[in-house]
């Protein structure tokens, strides 16, 4: 595609259902980010995957989070169980290569009531 | 110490003035530097990135690398209302991860 596409836009789930999150990187786009901004707040790293390497999973916030990327294209990040201090929006990112410039989607914005 | 750090501002100036931004990081081995702009309510969208020592210059922005002092900065010339926002470095260290910093927020005064 165009861009990097992320759905759903908006998301309100309950605290303590699972969520999931879809990303669908620049076609081409080896390297691919998962991001957390609280309002306010600086992005924060979640997870990175490269290629067919194993992904950096170093940001993850607890065992609750997960993510995966599916024939090296589109990724989902799952939250189980969502805490109210999950709320955030969620961005995810791709580059072409592990060294390159990365694009952003437009987020998810995450809220647990 | 955080990996990236950056004064969160405010930082106020006049139009037309020169904004400048600064950035430290702390791992010695990160080879790629990004700037990044982030309106309020928006994804950030890439500014500049450098990956030399020296100046790099695109229209009215400037970034600057010291890998030896491992500091990054963004110099904005003739600043406009429309550069109000959130400015965001971005490096990426030895093992490929891109980490943030805070951000610094820009106020430029008509």
């Known amino acids: 595609g165009a861009g990097v596409s992320q759905s759903p836009s908006n998301k309100v789930t309950e605290k303590g259902k699972d969520v999931e999150l879809r990303c669908d990187p620049i076609s081409g786009h080896t390297a691919l980010y998962w991001y957390r901004q609280s309002l306010g707040q600086g992005l924060e790293f979640l997870i990175y995957?490269?290629?067919?390497?194993?992904p950096d999973k170093s940001g993850l916030p607890s065992d609750r989070f997960s993510a995966e990327r599916t024939g090296g294209s589109v990724s989902t990040l799952t939250i189980q169980r969502t805490q109210q201090e999950d709320s955030a929006v969620y961005l995810c990112a791709s580059s072409p290569w592990g060294e390159g410039e990365a694009f952003f989607g437009q987020g998810t914005r995450l809220t647990v009531v | 110490q955080k990996e990236v750090e950056q004064n969160s501002g405010p930082l106020s100036v006049p139009e037309g003035a020169i904004a400048s931004l600064n950035c430290t990081y702390s791992?010695?081995?990160?080879?790629?530097f990004f700037w990044y702009r982030q309106y309020s309510g928006k994804s950030p969208e890439l500014i500049m990135f450098i990956y030399s020592n020296g100046d790099k210059e695109d229209g009215r922005f400037t970034a600057q690398l010291n890998k030896a002092s491992q500091y990054v900065s963004l110099l904005i010339r003739d600043s406009q209302p429309s550069d109000s926002a959130t400015y965001l470095c971005a490096v990426r260290g030895a093992t490929n991860k891109l980490i943030f910093g805070t951000g610094t927020l820009l106020a430029v005064q008509p």
């Open positions: 995957f490269q290629g067919n390497s194993a």
């Open positions: 791992d010695r081995g990160s080879q790629s």
